[in-house]
């Protein structure tokens, strides 16, 4: 950053000089050039007595005057030449008296007393203007991040060259938090730079900043409905958050992650875990087989998917049946809620101009109704299941503490979509309702009847 400021300030003075070159000039490099021209005119005048005396002395050499007439015209030229010099010094003299005088009383006034001040008022301009304009227009939120991103991968390798350092780590972490404040406030301004965004997503995940990590995210893909890799990237968010627990909505970014890009590694990864955590061990193993084949060998990823990949078999060859029961009791135990638990109650249903196809895909979601969009209930089903009547509870939660309980008011939206895709787009269908509070005990079922299209 340092070299930032010095160009920053060298370009500045340039700018000054450049600004008051004129003034700078008439009153540091201007020269009078009176001397010269006189002597000019002297060496002139030196010259022609020099001309004439050759005339002279030629005719005195043919005879054509005697030597008293040549002492005569001599005495003459040098007579001459001597008064014109003399009276050329008494002119400059007097010349140079006057100029003075003008230079006293009339031009110093105007230029020592308006230019000054006009030099000083221009030094002190073009800065300011300079600063103001950069900070309008520039980017030193650009060279700032990108020193602390150089500081971050430094710390990084150093802490994994010190096994752990327990000062680095606490180091890497401030640097971490830093950068997402940084990013916050830059998103801030410029909400459609997504790259800035996806950086503030993953320094948040870094941070254990889960919600403003998922917040980004989802503003990526409602920019890019197609970036499977961001999909991939909120459901491992997602799952982290939830404890390392493939809660459904995991497994359904991942699956329309790998609906956009099959061989995503990622989104793999995560496909092999919901299907392991819901008992499906084959299904678990074909996936996390894909990822192998992706990754490195012996790599990091490889070698723990490996080791995924034989606790499934090992799940299998012990009692798949079993295993699959008891995974699936303790994932319903695991998702059992208080009796207390917020719910609402909806009814979904199509109206009768909407097109639709039995395996169109309609998800049935509560969000909160101010604040993060951000699912906090959220279930899917097939067209050809509705009209449907459900209840949309806590155990539909993306991650624990981002549950109905956790708001006071919520929307609740049902939308049909044709291409199975989590993020809404052109050609879905939806319905809206709110703002509902969330009530233990009330019987209300709210009408969603799907008929508003959604535009570009």
Do not use: C
């Amino acid at each position: 950053m340092m070299f930032f400021y010095i160009g920053a300030v060298a370009l500045v003075v340039l700018g000054v000089v450049f600004a008051l070159w004129p003034f700078i000039k008439y009153h540091f490099f201007n020269t009078d050039n009176t001397n010269a021209d006189t002597v000019g005119r002297q060496a002139i005048n030196v010259a022609l007595y020099r001309d004439h005396l050759t005339d002279l002395e030629n005719s005195l050499a043919q005879g054509n005057i005697d030597q008293t007439q040549f002492d005569q015209l001599k005495q003459e030229l040098e007579r001459n030449l001597l008064e014109d010099s003399l009276e050329r010094n008494k002119s400059l003299q007097q010349n140079s008296k006057a100029e003075s005088k003008l230079s006293t009383a009339e031009y110093a006034p105007k230029s020592s007393r308006q230019h000054i001040p006009m030099f000083i008022g221009m030094m002190i301009l073009v800065p300011i203007m300079s600063f103001f304009t950069y900070q309008w227009l520039g980017n030193s939120h650009g060279w700032e991040l990108k020193e602390q991103l150089e500081a971050q991968t430094a710390l990084e390798n150093q802490l994994i060259a010190s096994n752990g350092n327990p000062e680095l780590e606490k180091e890497l972490s401030n640097l971490n938090r830093q950068i997402v404040s940084g990013l916050e406030a830059h998103v801030a301004n410029r909400p459609d730079d997504l790259d800035s965004l996806v950086l503030l997503a993953r320094n948040a995940v870094a941070t254990g900043q889960y919600e403003v990590a998922i917040t980004h995210y989802q503003k990526v893909l409602e920019a890019q409905p197609q970036a499977a890799q961001i999909m991939a990237e909120l459901a491992q968010t997602i799952f982290i958050q939830a404890n390392n627990r493939a809660v459904p909505v995991v497994g359904m970014l991942a699956e329309r992650a790998l609906g956009i890009q099959p061989n995503n590694p990622m989104a793999l990864g995560l496909m092999g875990i919901f299907t392991f955590q819901s008992g499906s061990y084959e299904q678990a193993i074909r996936h996390w087989e894909q990822a192998v084949a992706v990754y490195p060998p012996n790599s990091p990823n490889a070698q723990a998917l490996q080791n995924g990949i034989a606790q499934a078999r090992s799940r299998l060859s012990e009692n798949p049946d079993v295993a699959a029961n008891n995974d699936q009791q303790a994932d319903s135990q695991t998702q059992e809620q208080p009796q207390d638990a917020a719910a609402v109650k909806v009814a979904v249903s199509l109206a009768k101009d909407v097109p639709v196809k039995p395996e169109y895909t309609v998800f049935i979601y509560a969000r909160a109704w101010q604040g993060a969009k951000i699912p906090l209930a959220i279930t899917k089903v097939q067209a050809s299941e509705l009209p449907l009547t459900l209840k949309l509870d806590d155990s539909m939660a993306m991650a624990p503490g981002m549950n109905l309980s956790s708001a006071e008011q919520v929307e609740i939206i049902a939308r049909l979509s044709p291409s199975g895709n989590a993020i809404a787009q052109a050609g879905d269908w939806q319905a809206t309702l709110g703002p509902i509070k969330p009530d233990v005990a009330s019987a209300t079922v709210y009408p969603l009847i799907i008929s508003q299209p959604l535009a570009n």
